[in-house]
């Protein structure tokens, strides 16, 4: 009860902190949110916006994209395995969270099962952003819990100011026997410029508590050439070709996966400045995914195959009247799916099609009040064969909108509200799932007959900044009518869908079905100084976050994570930064039907940063520590939490040198 009112009474006070080191008090800086048609300082959204760059990843010694999230307010991760973890915002999955590249599509399948990874590597990132609101209607239906976009300039958006210049890392840690480098590099020719990246990684089983998990390993690595050519100012035209490949176990079964995907990109930018019309932008992917699902002893068993298409045609207009700012556009999207082996006892070949025009728009209306609004009209064709063996075709027009107002009530104090209704087609899996998957060992059974999921949202923020004090925080409330989920009935079933009402076979019974539900929450963060200290400064990091979802007849909404609390204390100094985070994550025992509770736990974050060259101030050397504390973790999200433990103990030192 005293952790649920220390929680209350920080999120109360409004939370969370300018752009900062991991565990480090590096100067607040502006950072330029580029996920919104009208890249702007994140503190100009009605919602909060998260931003993590490179020297915050690196710090963070994450493995994937999940993890390199879940320390933030309102976000988790799914920990399926180390080679696959996908971001949880705010409770809400696979199928409402939009994980995007430089805008584009992540192209994969890691909404078809939690055990398929996201080919997106925070080596290869120089930053993340994860934003709500108005802005998010850009990029579609499955966007409701917000987007993720992964920055790094693979397509060059600027000219260089030097001819080449690089960002080198490597790291070992202790508690996997990680090895793991990267490289990124940049380069300018008179108007071309070019990118390049690679990386490398790999992992054995990891260490937990009290032994090891068994068939945990990684292996990845990936490369990237991109180039632009710049016309005049302000236009430019370029492309990029990115190759991943990865090798990673299932912890919760004997089986492995071997991953490749090959994206080829397009994004163009020309200043056209014919009246209001400022810009048009054309971005374009195509990507081929592929992955195998691997017995040891019996060879391949499935083949997951997904070719997809993402184009987007956007214009952004200046000032149009009492517009300040406007864009306007359209988005194509076609996506194939194909299941080979056993895959097709699990999924049949579905394919997928969207086309959907899209705008988004700010009003100033006073000095210190301004309104952004946004609206999406989305028409959606789905075809597959369900269980019943029927091929089946599904047609979906969801209509969304989104209004957010930003208030400066004071020079220290901005007050942000947005309401907003967005609508998701079902997801092919949510359609037409007629078997098992072996991975996260379920057998799914999908309904065709599922209609839109709307979710209207109410979101209050607060933005308090004093001195070197700053709070920001948020309180938020969605209302979901026919919620789209999936429930575990408590039985068991064998290959040929021979249900029991035990645990004597092999896969869990999951039903796809829709309700009403509602969800509401708050997070944040506060960060206060103490003062200077041997020549650096100290400061002292609050966080916190909680979720609560219910169906509106009763029971609880399945896989929601549980309170997040986290406290720690940073130094910095002109050589030196260091510092810790306590979490306290609690038990979840407000569980879905076919569930089991989870136990909470406590962990132990601790960074050190050390410049050992005053005249070379990029190379950094960084010692990080991850559960300290040792204790068992299990992810309440994730549907193999009773077989598998989250890390235990790791400790690894990390080299970065920016020349």
């Known amino acids: 009860m005293k952790r649920k009112l220390l929680l209350l009474a920080l999120l109360a006070s409004g939370v969370e902190i300018a752009d900062r080191s991991a565990y480090g008090a590096d100067s607040v800086e502006t950072v330029v949110v580029t996920a919104s048609p009208i890249a702007q300082d994140k503190d100009q959204f009605a919602t909060i916006v998260e931003s993590l760059g490179r020297d915050e990843l690196l710090k963070t010694g994450s493995e994937n994209l999940g993890d390199s999230l879940a320390k933030l307010p309102g976000i988790t991760a799914t920990d399926f395995a180390a080679g696959a973890s996908r971001p949880v915002i705010r409770g809400f999955d696979a199928n409402r969270v939009r994980l995007l590249e430089d805008g584009l599509s992540s192209s994969d399948v890691s909404d078809v099962g939690p055990d398929h990874a996201v080919p997106i590597d925070p080596l290869a990132a120089q930053r993340i952003e994860v934003v709500r609101g108005a802005a998010t209607l850009r990029y579609g239906s499955q966007a409701i819990g917000g987007v993720v976009n992964v920055l790094n300039n693979r397509v060059p958006l600027t000219l260089p100011d030097q001819p080449l210049s690089g960002d080198f890392s490597g790291s070992y840690g202790t508690g996997s026997n990680l090895e793991e480098g990267s490289a990124l590099l940049d380069a300018r020719l008179d108007r071309f410029a070019f990118h390049a990246d690679g990386f490398a990684r790999s992992t054995g089983d990891y260490d937990i508590p009290h032994g090891v998990q068994p068939n945990s390993f990684f292996e990845g690595d990936g490369i990237s050439l991109g180039s632009s050519y710049f016309i005049g100012d302000n236009s430019r035209v370029g492309a990029a070709i990115v190759h991943n490949d990865a090798r990673y176990g299932i912890p919760s079964d004997t089986t492995f996966i071997r991953m490749h995907q090959t994206k080829y990109i397009e994004r163009s930018s020309l200043a056209l400045d014919a009246g209001p019309l400022q810009t048009l932008n054309v971005d374009a992917g195509y990507v081929d995914y592929t992955h195998t699902e691997i017995d040891p002893i019996d060879g391949p068993l499935a083949v997951f195959n997904n070719k997809e298409w993402d184009t987007r045609a956007e214009s952004v207009f200046g000032q149009m009247g009492p517009f300040s700012a406007t864009a306007f556009g359209i988005q194509w999207q076609n996506r194939d799916f194909e299941g080979i082996g056993e895959a097709r006892g699990y999924l049949l070949p579905t394919a997928t099609a969207s086309e959907a025009a899209f705008a988004f728009t700010q009003l100033p209306l006073l000095p210190d009040f301004r309104l952004e609004a946004g609206a999406r009209v989305e028409h959606v064709d789905a075809s597959g064969t369900p269980a019943s063996l029927i091929p089946t075709e599904a047609h979906f027009t969801p209509v969304s909108g989104s209004t957010g107002a930003l208030w400066d009530a004071t020079e220290k104090l901005k007050l942000g509200l947005t309401l907003s209704s967005a609508a998701r087609a079902p997801a092919q899996t949510e359609l037409f799932a007629k078997g098992p998957h072996d991975g996260p060992g379920t057998f799914e059974i999908g309904d065709p007959d599922l209609t839109i999921e709307r979710a209207n949202s109410l979101e209050g923020t607060v933005r308090y900044r004093v001195s070197d004090v700053q709070f920001e925080g948020s309180l938020w409330g969605t209302q979901f009518t026919n919620f789209i989920y999936g429930q575990l009935t408590g039985r068991t079933c064998d290959d040929n869908g021979n249900c029991v009402d035990n645990d004597s076979r092999d ?122 504390t040792n204790d068992v973790q299990r992810s309440a999200v994730s549907i193999n939490k009773d077989e598998v433990e989250m890390p235990g103990r790791d400790v690894r030192l990390t080299m970065d040198i920016k020349v």
Request: net charge neutral; charged share 20%.
């Open 507 to 628: 896969f869990k019974e999951l039903l796809y079905k829709q309700k009403d539900a509602r969800f509401w929450g708050a997070e944040g963060k506060v960060s206060i100084p103490f003062g200077d200290w041997r020549g650096g400064s100290f400061d002292a990091d609050l966080q916190g976050d909680y979720v609560r979802a219910t169906f509106n007849d009763g029971g609880n909404v399945p896989r929601i994570p549980p309170y997040k609390l986290g406290a720690g204390l940073n130094w910095a100094s002109e050589r030196i930064d260091a510092g810790f985070m306590f979490f306290n994550v609690g038990r979840q025992d407000q569980i879905g039907a076919g569930e089991t509770p989870t136990k909470g736990y406590n962990s132990l974050e601790v960074v050190v940063g050390w410049r050992p060259f005053s005249e070379h101030p990029g190379v950094q050397l960084n010692l990080v520590g991850h559960n300290l």
